[in-house]
Nanobody, 125 residues
Framework: QVQLTESGGGLVQAGGSLRLSCAVS????????MGWFRQAPGKEREFVAA????????YYADSVKGRFTISSDNAKNTVYLQMNSLKFEDTAVYYC??????????????????WGQGTQVTVSS
């Protein structure tokens, strides 16, 4: 079993920055990749970014390209999401997720087997 614990959320003004962290514990040796998703009130959970575990390949939603950066520190078993130039519409609960195989798409949340509890990001306009 894999456990994911997010941290780093909070309240920030538009144009500001936040860095989210996701600590990975438990049986992590079969992890293929990690992703970040977000869910705003009344909306579907949507893909934000993903990274190949142990590699450098990254993937982003169009809405965050050029503003957000996903990275990992395998020695610390942690995945990060650096969020810059935040906008009001980035307000959401952000979830970390892990997947055990390549699946069909990095953005398909059904391809991720493990999820964290989420961390709230609020951007004031």
């Amino acid at each position: 079993q894999v456990q994911l614990t997010e941290s780093g959320g909070g309240l920030v003004q538009a144009g500001g920055s936040l860095r989210l962290s996701c600590a990975v514990s438990g049986w992590r040796f079969n992890i293929y990749g990690m992703g970040w998703f977000r869910q705003a009130p009344g909306k579907e959970r949507e893909f934000v970014a993903a990274i190949r575990w142990g590699g450098s390949s990254t993937y982003y939603a169009d809405s965050v390209k050029g503003r957000f950066t996903i990275s990992s520190d395998n020695a610390k078993n942690t995945v990060y999401l650096q969020m810059n130039s935040l906008k009001f519409e980035d307000t959401a609960v952000y979830y970390c997720a892990a997947r055990r195989n390549s699946g069909y798409s990095w953005s398909n949340r059904r391809d991720y087997e493990y999820w964290g509890q989420g961390t709230q990001v609020t951007v004031s306009s």
